[in-house]
């Protein structure tokens, strides 16, 4: 019996509003892989995102197009060469490991020559607002070890200070979202180790970042949206300390785990990210999760529900996933 694909839309309600600089949510609509061969079902979810020309419906119909393929037999290095890197890639990538897993009858870190996953501590997201609204929603969370703010607006010196004065044990890292010039960038910067940051997500849109080549930064800087692959990797030497890694920007675990690799080959730290998605978005990265300084895997966090079965959270902690729900 040939391999069936299903794909499916989904709305998660976000738990109040998510935003960053470049706009706010109330949702996350995900977009889930189903890959059915035999009775035994693959699963992968990604997250179009607008800023890399994705819509829900744009890779909702990728995904469904490769479904002659997959009936086909389409493998997880067929779909590299097939589909570009993004997230509708991501979930049919995740999808095929999830479905060799349990077609192995073993775990996909196993299958993937992985040691295997641990617990690890997720960062949690503070949204950008007011100075006094992100101050506000720091002191609820200052019990967590590790919190992740968001800037990239005028008057972001007054919000991770006032984030620092609420919660002054957390450890803190920032993402700009690209929200910051050439003009504020070291004051910015400055305001940032003043508060005891540890590294700045994205400060400069990634078309305008080869100015970080020049820069010399009291904080470390971390690519988000100027880093994909491994493809262009090796020229943002010298621009930045360390590299966030989502599978919804690889296009799936595949590439992730090479661009992990060939990050660490040239001397990048590394970051586990996420978009604001489910806990079956978060299961494949959790393979990845160990190798990381820095993780931010907190989207079921911030919704008002995750799916179930989901990984369990416990704080901070998260723990990885039970075969029931991916790997």
Known sequence: MARHLLVEIESWPIAGRFTISRGSRTEAVVV?????????????????YARYGESVESVAAAINAMADAVA???TRADLQAAMPAGAA????????????????GAPAWRLAGLAEPRTVETAYTISL???????????RAAARPLLKVKLGQAGDAERIA?????????????????????????A???ACADAGVELIEQPLPAADDTVLADFRSPVAICADESVHSRQGLEALRGRYDAINIKLDKTGGLTEALALAA???????GIMMGCMVGTSLAMAPAMLLAGR??????DGPLLLARDRMPGLNYTGSLVSPPDPDLWG
């Open 162 to 186: 006032g984030v620092r004065q609420a919660a002054p044990n957390s450890r803190l890292v920032v993402d700009a979202n690209e929200g910051w010039t050439p003009e504020n960038l070291a």
């Open 129 to 139: 607002g007011s100075p006094e609204e992100m101050a506000e929603a720091a002191a």
């Open 188 to 190: 910015n910067a400055q």
């Open 292 to 297: 990381a300084r820095f993780v931010d895997l």
């Open 262 to 268: 060939e990050a660490e080959r040239l001397g990048f």
């Open 89 to 104: 890639r991501n979930a049919l990538d995740c999808a095929l490991w999830d479905l060799e897993a349990k077609t192995a």
């Open 32 to 48: 889930v892989a189903r890959l059915e061969d035999g009775g035994l079902i693959g699963r992968g979810e990604c997250v179009p």
């Open 72 to 74: 086909q037999g389409l």
